[in-house]
């Protein structure tokens, strides 16, 4: 069993910058493959941005450039640095993680981009 926290979440202005941060428990987190989601209202859940064990990441194409992931195996955690963030980016982020056979959800982190 895996524990997922999100943190970081928040309001913020057009073109500023946010960090989201997911901390797991209950297992060797380096084994997991790390990713971020998000979903706004009226819409299905989309993959933003994921990290293997081997730190091999993908962006979806919309946060290409502006969104960089990262993780800390010795912090169990992975970061999403979110950068010259957009109306478009407010959403409930969530965190997961998974194996070929398993996966993990955290419970969400609410971002809003509005002046």
């Known amino acids: 069993q895996v524990q997922l926290v999100e943190s970081g979440g928040g309001l913020v202005q057009p073109g500023g910058s946010l960090r989201l941060s997911c901390t797991a428990s209950?297992?060797?987190?380096?084994?997991?493959?790390m990713s971020w989601y998000r979903q706004a209202p009226g819409k299905q859940r989309e993959l933003v941005a994921q990290i293997t064990s081997g730190g091999n990441t993908n962006y979806a194409g919309s946060v290409q450039g502006r969104f960089t992931i990262s993780r800390d195996n010795a912090k169990n955690t992975v970061y999403l640095q979110m950068n010259s963030l957009k109306p478009e980016d407010t959403a409930v982020y969530y965190c997961?993680?998974?194996?070929?056979?398993?996966?993990?959800w955290g419970q969400g982190t609410q971002v809003t981009v509005s002046s």
């Open positions: 997961k993680a998974s194996t070929f056979a398993l996966e993990y």
């Open positions: 209950g297992q060797i987190f380096s084994f997991f493959t």
